[in-house]
């Protein structure tokens, strides 16, 4: 599903001003709109759907009309021209002519007023399509897919399209020149049940996770794709932005005020966006063992004594597992993981995942472990458990039987 742009600075102080349910209600109309540009959907579908939003309160319009400001599109330029049109309160009148001017000075042009289709110019500039960003989920091992299309002269589009790793940097990348239809078309190959979702994000947020896997890459000895060097210039072209999204759409001081939502994190592995994250098996073997020695003990232990053995051999692999290093890496995880729930619709999940970050900003201590993380090592151990009842199910027995 292609979702709207996201844009620095304007939206997010929209956000913050904003009651919650009113931002997000802004927030789910901007993603309709993206997903109307990208398939082509009549304007006038998306000036009826803005419409249908409007009338609530004064605030929540103003937010509407403000945000179709930041959406540099011809389209949102036409709903915002008609709205003028039958707009009555002066305020609002006012907001939408901000809006307009902001759009027009990022190179969207707009019909002169009063002027009549017939009496349109028969040639037209061509639209200078503006800068779009893209980010997948992230997988258990840190990988994720960035996409970004640049404006080109005098038309079309470049997409850079890069593989990265939050342990080994930028692992593929390639620079190719498309049309927006044609990356329309190639957008909706990756939006499929199969593959991580792919959402849309502040096109600087892109660059700033392009330059940091591109250092860390070089950090490793590891060169840097040539296309990779022949596309920086048209990075240095975005303003830079490296707050992650997820805090303009979740309130920080909100997420730390309420402990169930760090508690609820440890039931984020029964969604598909985590349903595949497990730690590697060299890494959990030897505490897979220790379990196993704990269930298969010959000492007469009673069940709270058994007990506490499991949790003493989880709470040792947590600290010996997850050193500050690591643990940072999984709070970033969890922070771009979260702005992915929240652009696909889940934001109580997302709002889970924001606190297991948050949580991570601490030292681990086997006295309050992190719920996220000791669910992701309880889970590979007895992964890899299964795989070890499995395997000596399958070994051939040396007993003949007579």
């Known amino acids: 599903m292609m979702k709207t742009m996201k844009k620095k600075g304007k939206r997010k102080r929209t956000s913050e001003a904003l009651h919650p349910e009113t931002a997000s209600a802004v927030e789910s109309l901007l993603d309709r709109l993206g997903k109307d540009d990208a398939s082509g959907e009549p304007l006038e579908t998306s000036l009826e759907m803005v419409k249908s939003e409007l009338g609530i309160s004064p605030e929540r319009d103003m937010a509407i009309v403000t945000a179709l400001g930041g959406m540099p599109l011809e389209r949102t330029a036409g709903i915002l021209q008609s709205l003028l049109a039958s707009a009555k309160d002066k305020r609002l009148v006012r907001g939408i002519r901000r809006s307009l001017y902001r759009i027009e000075r990022r190179g969207v042009p707009l019909q002169p007023a009063g002027k009549a289709d017939k009496d349109a110019p028969v ?172 269930e298969e003990s010959r000492l007469v232990l009673n069940p709270a004594q058994k007990e506490a053995r499991l949790q003493d051999v989880y709470k040792r692999a947590l600290v010996e597992l997850f050193p500050e290093e690591r643990r940072l890496i999984y709070r970033r995880r969890l922070e771009e993981m979260a702005y992915v729930l929240f652009k696909e619709g889940q934001e109580e999940k997302a709002r889970a995942a924001l606190a297991a970050s948050i949580d991570l900003r601490s030292i681990l201590t086997g006295f309050e472990p992190n719920p996220f993380l000791l669910n992701l090592i309880i889970r590979s151990i007895y992964a890899l458990v299964a795989q070890h009842i499995e395997q000596r199910k399958a070994e051939p027995s040396l007993i003949v039987k007579p």
Not at 188 to 196: K, M
Not at 205 to 211: D, M, N, Q, V
Not at 235 to 264: H, M, Q, Y
Request: net charge negative; glycine share 6%.
């Open 123 to 294: 040639l037209r500039s061509p639209l200078q399509e503006p800068a779009r960003g893209f980010v997948s989920a992230v997988d258990s091992m840190g990988n994720r897919i960035i996409l970004l299309t640049l404006p080109r002269q005098p038309r079309g589009l470049h997409l850079l399209q890069a593989s990265v790793s939050d342990t080994l940097g930028i692992v593929e990348f390639s620079k190719v020149e498309t049309s927006r239809r044609g990356f329309r078309e190639f957008y909706q190959t990756l939006t499929v049940p199969d593959q991580l979702p792919i959402v849309e994000v502040d096109p600087g947020y892109c660059r700033f996770l392009l330059e940091e896997a591109a250092r860390l890459a070089e950090n490793h000895g590891r060169p840097l794709p040539p296309s990779y060097g022949a596309s920086k210039k048209e990075l240095s072209t975005l303003e830079r932005t490296e707050t992650p999204p997820v805090f303009l759409l979740l309130d920080e001081e909100e997420i730390r005020a309420n402990p169930g939502l760090l508690r609820k994190s440890g039931e984020l592995f029964q969604i598909d966006l985590f349903s595949s994250w497990f730690l590697p098996r060299e890494e959990v073997e030897k505490y897979a063992r220790q379990i196993e020695e704990a």
